[in-house]
């Protein structure tokens, strides 16, 4: 699914718009401590808090099933014998989610088939997995089926699948007409669960004013949460909310951190930028690795910087640059 970011160049904003399109959760807080010493309540003898799992409502199980992987699905359902009943339909889905990935992406010694992967996304997602829903609108939208693919989006949101939820809002920023209002709803619900693709489509309505009121400190901190959690674009807009001081406090060092970081991690326009930055130190060595990597990329402008930096350089240095360059990969990121 392809989506243009906010704000664009029209709002007179610093912020470029880039072109988009996984959730990550968040950590456990410690225990408690008891009154007695160090001792906390996980530590109590299994005899003092027996409990009958076994006795959980079916949808409750279901829901739980929902959250699990598939080897920890498996695992539940060696619990007891309701619970493998419970979660049967589910250990099915799983099994057609992996079908359908090998087909998607001609894995697991199968050719790629994205007819059969969808089929085998359908029969996950009637079996009740919200993944597999979000799988298969994703093939609905990329064939241009958009109102089924909303559909399925629509059903894995209201089972509280963040990717799903997600869809759904940039769903609704895309429709004709938008529906912003609708959209932030969805971006929120997503966002406040670790999804960071959410969480950075959420910064961008805040700071354009789409569909909620403009509130740029609260953009910033949307930002800098989907760029913690590896998003590549939010990096960027981070290093830049550190430069000139828009919903945080200003920081150069910051700026320039998150400018690495996410050239590092293969944002073209950071390379750009940071490449220009090391040039003005007179590292001129470090600033042509980068601005090759950008112009490689289609920044246009880093391909003249680059030109006057190697016309200072040696032979032996140009091609020790370039065997960088060759060898450079990026460093992971969420996007």
């Not at 990550?24 to 408690?32: A, F, M, P």
């Not at 009958?52 to 099933?65: A, C, H, M, N, R």
């Not at 029969?123 to 109102?147: H, N, Q």
């Not at 020790?320 to 060759?326: E, N």
């Given at each position: 699914?392809?989506?243009?970011?906010?704000?664009?160049?029209?709002?007179?904003?610093?912020?470029?718009?880039?072109?988009?399109?996984?959730?990550?959760?968040?950590?456990?807080?410690?225990?408690?401590?008891?009154?007695?010493?160090?001792?906390?309540?996980?530590?109590?003898?299994?005899?003092?808090?027996?409990?009958?799992?076994?006795?959980?409502?079916?949808?409750?199980?279901?829901?739980?099933?929902?959250?699990?992987?598939?080897?920890?699905?498996?695992?539940?359902?060696l619990a007891c014998k309701a619970w493998c009943e419970a979660l049967q339909q589910l250990r099915q889905a799983m099994m057609y989610m992996r079908w359908g990935k090998r087909f998607k992406h001609g894995r697991g010694g199968v050719s790629r088939n994205t007819d059969k992967?969808?089929?085998?996304?359908?029969?996950?997602?009637?079996?009740?997995?919200?993944?597999?829903?979000?799988?298969?609108?994703?093939?609905?939208?990329?064939?241009?089926?958009?109102?089924?693919?909303?559909?399925?989006?629509?059903?894995?949101?209201?089972?509280?699948?963040?990717?799903?939820?997600?869809?759904?809002?940039?769903?609704?920023?895309?429709?004709?007409?938008?529906?912003?209002?609708?959209?932030?709803?969805?971006?929120?619900c997503a966002s406040y669960d670790g999804h960071t693709r959410a969480q950075y489509q959420l910064a961008l309505c805040l700071h354009q004013g789409r569909g909620v009121n403009r509130n740029i400190q609260e953009a910033a901190r949307w930002y800098l949460k989907a760029a913690e959690g590896g998003y590549l674009r939010a990096m960027y807009n981070v290093s830049l909310c550190y430069k000139f001081g828009e919903g945080l406090v200003r920081s150069y060092s910051q700026a320039r951190k998150w400018?690495?970081?996410?050239?590092?991690?293969?944002?073209?326009?950071?390379?750009?930028?940071?490449?220009?930055?090391?040039?003005?130190?007179?590292e001129k060595m470090k600033a042509v690795v980068y601005l090759e990597l950008a112009t490689r990329a289609g920044e246009s402008a880093a391909a003249h910087v680059k030109n006057v930096i190697l016309q200072q350089l040696s032979a032996t240095s140009r091609d020790?640059?370039?065997?960088?360059?060759?060898n450079w990969r990026a460093s992971s990121s969420s996007s």
């Open positions: 699914m392809k989506q243009t970011t906010w704000p664009g160049r029209s709002d007179g904003s610093r912020f470029k718009a880039l072109p988009l399109w996984s959730a990550k959760g968040g950590n456990h807080s410690d225990l408690h401590r008891t009154k007695h010493g160090n001792r906390t309540a996980a530590s109590r003898s299994p005899s003092t808090d027996r409990r009958d799992y076994s006795t959980l409502p079916v949808e409750l199980v279901t829901k739980i099933g929902l959250t699990l992987s598939h080897p920890s699905l498996s695992a539940a359902s992967a969808l089929d085998a996304f359908l029969m996950g997602a009637a079996c009740g997995s919200p993944m597999a829903m979000v799988d298969a609108g994703l093939i609905y939208w990329e064939r241009g089926l958009k109102e089924k693919a909303v559909a399925l989006y629509q059903k894995a949101a209201e089972l509280g699948d963040p990717a799903g939820q997600c869809n759904l809002g940039i769903s609704y920023l895309q429709a004709e007409p938008p529906n912003p209002k609708e959209a932030v709803k969805w971006l929120y400018m690495k970081q996410a050239a590092d991690c293969g944002h073209s326009k950071a390379q750009y930028e940071y490449g220009v930055a090391l040039f003005s130190k007179q020790h640059v370039m065997c960088i360059v060759d």
